[in-house]
C-alpha cells in the first residue's frame, strides 16, 4: 500500500528565514511525485511534478528534489505570501490516475 | 477558462438528508475525481471515473454514489448523510494516463447534524 508522511506537521519562520519541509513516501512502483500548495477555504494548486531520483524543479522561491525515498520542498528566503499548506502526493504505477496524498505542512511565514 | 467549478460552497444537512454535490470541469479531462479532506487525515480518495459512463471506488466510498453520463460532469450523492460525513470535498481532474497533475476545485464544506 503507498504511503506518504509530511513532516512537520506545521512550520514557523520569519520572513526570510530559509528552511526545507520533508516527504517520505513508500511506493511500489513511483510514475510521479506531485507537490501542491493549499491556502485557507481553496482547493490544492499545482506546483511541480517530479518522475525520477535526483530530479529538480523550480518556481519563484521554491525548489523541490527527489530521492528513492522521500521529496524537500525547499523555500529560500520566504515571504508572507508562502504561508499556505503544503501537500505531498504520489502516483502509483499501477493506479492509475489515483494519488496517495500526504497529512500536509501548514506553513507560517512571520513579517 | 473556469476549470473545475463545485457547488453548493457550504451546505448544512440533518442526518438521514440526501444531497448531490456538482462537479463541472472544462478542460476536456477524461480522469475525474472526488476527494474528502478532514483535519489530520489529509485527502482521501471518494470515487473516480476515466471516462464518461466508467466509474470506481476509492478508498472510501461508502455512503456516496457518483454517475458520469458526460465528460464534463462529475457529480457525487450522499444517500443518506451521516455526522461523520462532515467533511470538505473536492472535485479533481486531469488528463488521463502518465503523471498528469490534477486540476482541483474550491471545495464544499458540508456539515451534517
Known amino acids: 500500500e503507498d504511503q506518504v508522511t509530511q513532516s512537520p506537521e506545521a512550520l514557523r519562520l520569519q520572513e526570510g528565514e530559509s528552511s526545507s519541509l520533508n516527504c517520505s513516501y513508500t511506493v511500489s512502483g513511483l510514475r510521479g511525485l506531485f507537490w501542491y500548495r493549499q491556502d485557507p477555504g481553496k482547493g490544492p494548486e499545482f506546483l511541480f511534478t517530479?518522475?525520477?531520483a535526483g530530479e529538480e524543479k523550480e518556481k519563484e522561491r521554491l525548489k523541490a528534489t527527489l530521492t528513492k525515498k522521500e521529496s524537500f520542498l525547499h523555500i529560500t528566503a520566504p515571504k508572507p505570501e508562502d504561508s499556505a499548506t503544503y501537500l505531498c502526493a504520489v502516483q502509483d504505477n499501477n493506479a492509475g490516475n489515483m494519488l496517495t496524498f500526504g497529512g500536509g505542512t501548514r506553513l507560517m511565514v512571520k513579517p | 477558462n473556469a476549470g473545475v467549478t463545485q457547488t453548493p460552497k457550504f451546505q448544512v444537512l440533518k442526518t438521514g438528508q440526501s444531497m448531490t454535490l456538482q462537479c463541472a470541469q472544462d478542460?476536456?479531462?477524461?480522469?475525474m475525481s472526488w476527494y474528502r479532506q478532514d483535519p489530520g487525515m489529509g485527502l482521501r480518495l471518494i470515487h473516480y471515473s476515466v471516462g464518461a459512463g466508467i466509474t470506481d471506488q476509492g478508498e472510501v466510498p461508502n455512503g456516496y454514489n457518483v454517475s458520469r453520463s458526460t465528460t464534463e460532469d462529475f457529480p457525487l450523492r450522499l444517500l443518506s448523510a451521516a455526522p461523520s460525513q462532515t467533511s470538505v470535498y473536492f472535485c479533481?481532474?486531469?488528463?488521463?494516463?502518465?503523471?498528469?497533475?490534477?486540476?482541483f476545485g474550491n471545495g464544499t464544506r458540508l456539515t451534517v447534524t
Open positions: 478542460m476536456n479531462h477524461e480522469y
Open positions: 479533481a481532474s486531469s488528463l488521463a494516463g502518465g503523471a498528469s497533475p490534477l486540476h
Open positions: 517530479l518522475y525520477s
